[in-house]
């Protein structure tokens, strides 16, 4: 067996780079000589970043230069019952977060949810996106461009669809700037986030489109997709999968549980999330959907930068006469652009892995898709209920005593 210590004085000598470690040693002796050499580097004891419960090996995909693993608290909200198009039933949403009361106000909404009998939850569009610009000569060769892709949509397909087994095109929208061409590619990718699978085919396509147009590709992202970047195109249009839960509560309940009224909660709502946002030029409309999106995210093995897009919510509260006299409280958040999948990526590493098993959805699903319809409809329902106890709270003003109750 490879000798850390050897490992570290050969770094050191210059004779290996960090990266080249796993060339000469197993990943668990190579991560263990980066962590001697940091400590001695930087005089810092690592032992909380070395203390990891899987073998380094299986995170190989997922990171470069390991040196250990970031330990995040996880805890679990639910359940609640979701009617959904591929989530049905009760289930826990493990959430890892460093955010104090974070759970325990998903989890008072998600009390409130239950007793009203559930929420129901929809994926209303599907389609990860990315999107290459092309240089032209002027708009006539433009114009030549967007001609012929509206015109060979299948051929693109054909070519894209020839580097995956999963991955389907929906639809290739072009978009003309001056002399730049930029066509926004837009796949069913199934039960995989599917980013990368995007990014390969949509590569496959560009060189039909440079063999049999005057577009020369500049990059194979342009920045229309949008990844990672707050874009009004992803909250209009959608990125991966649109989803929008909703439930009704009635108003009794609410003074029961919220300490507040409909009323209340929908001009707190008004005021702040709509009004609010608008003025100060927000693309999100909510109260803190991103909060629970990123805890989902984390615990499930997400692409966490996407959170970015999955802050692309706009949440609804309204006031509703039911057929009693009374009012009931109509409360809804969609998200534009919720990016996840239950294969690839970080869903393969065994504590993500677990927290997908806890959800029922680890690995792919039957039909191909359904399980990430399921996680995006329940990570929905988990946002609803924190739009919900924070509206509450604020509402009923107990925000700060309720931090102040928990410590935190």
Known sequence: MTDPEDLVERVRDGELRLHELEDHADHDTAAEARRLLLERETATELEAI??????????EPNIENMIGAAQVPMG???????????????????????????????????????SAGGADARV???????????????????????????????????????????????????????????????????????MNMATIATGEACEIVEAETPADLVALSGNLCSD???????AVEGRGRSVTADAVI????????????????????????LTGSAKAGSLGFNAHAANVVAAAFLATGQDEAQVVEAANAITTMDARENEGGTTDLYASVSLA???????????????????????????????????????????AVGALAGELSLLGALSSRHLASAH???GR
């Open 228 to 234: 990672k970047k707050p874009a009004a195109i992803n």
């Open 50 to 59: 070395g203390d990891y419960a899987f073998p380094a090996e299986t995170a």
């Open 76 to 114: 679990v909200v639910g359940p609640v019952p979701v009617s959904g198009g591929a989530a049905t039933g009760d289930h826990y949403l493990p959430l890892a977060t460093t955010e104090g009361a974070l759970l325990a106000s998903v989890n008072r909404g998600l009390g409130v949810i239950r």
């Open 337 to 379: 652009s919720l990016e996840v999948g239950t294969v690839g990526g970080g869903t393969k590493l065994p504590t993500q892995a677990e927290a997908l098993e806890v959800l029922g959805l680890r690995g792919g699903g039957d039909p191909p898709g359904s399980n990430a319809d399921a996680l995006a409809e329940i990570i």
């Open 250 to 273: 009635p108003g009794e309940l609410v003074e029961e549980r919220l300490h507040t009224t409909p009323e209340a909660i929908a001009e707190a709502n008004t005021r702040k999330n």
């Open 404 to 406: 102040e109750d928990l």
């Open 124 to 194: 209303t569009k599907n389609g990860m996106t990315r999107a290459p610009v092309f240089r032209v000569a002027g708009v006539a060769e433009a114009a030549e461009t967007v001609e012929w892709v509206d015109e060979n949509t299948e051929a693109l397909a054909e070519a894209a669809e020839s580097t995956t087994s999963h991955g389907e095109l929906i639809d290739v929208e072009p978009y003309v700037v001056g002399d730049s061409v930029y066509l926004r590619f837009a796949y069913d990718t199934k039960d995989a986030m599917g």
